[in-house]
Nanobody, 112 residues
């Protein structure tokens, strides 16, 4: 089993920044590509960003490209999502994900 625990969510004004963290435990973190997803009220869960096992390759949803940055620290078993220039439409619960594993989510609310 791989346990994923997100943190760092909160309330921020439009244009602001937040950094989310996802701490992994239970298995060898560096063996997994890691992703962030989000789910807004009344909407389906959607892909946000992914990073490969070494951290050398990343990919983003068009809606966040240029504003969000995914990174990881394999020594700390943690993946991050730096979010900048936040918009009200970024409001959602953000989830860390790999293989069959999901974290519990962290709420991000962006006020206009």
């Amino acid at each position: 089993q791989l346990q994923l625990v997100e943190s760092g969510g909160g309330l921020v004004q439009a244009g602001g920044s937040l950094r989310l963290s996802c701490a992994a435990s239970g298995r060898t973190f560096s063996r997994y590509a890691m992703s962030w997803f989000r789910q807004a009220p009344g909407k389906e869960r959607e892909f946000v960003a992914v990073i490969n096992r070494s951290g050398s390759t990343t990919n983003y949803a068009d809606s966040v490209k240029g504003r969000f940055t995914i990174s990881r620290n394999n020594a700390k078993n943690t993946v991050y999502l730096q979010m900048s220039s936040l918009k009200p439409e970024d409001t959602a619960v953000y989830y860390c994900h790999t293989d069959d594993y999901w974290g519990q989510g962290t709420q991000v609310t962006v006020s206009s």
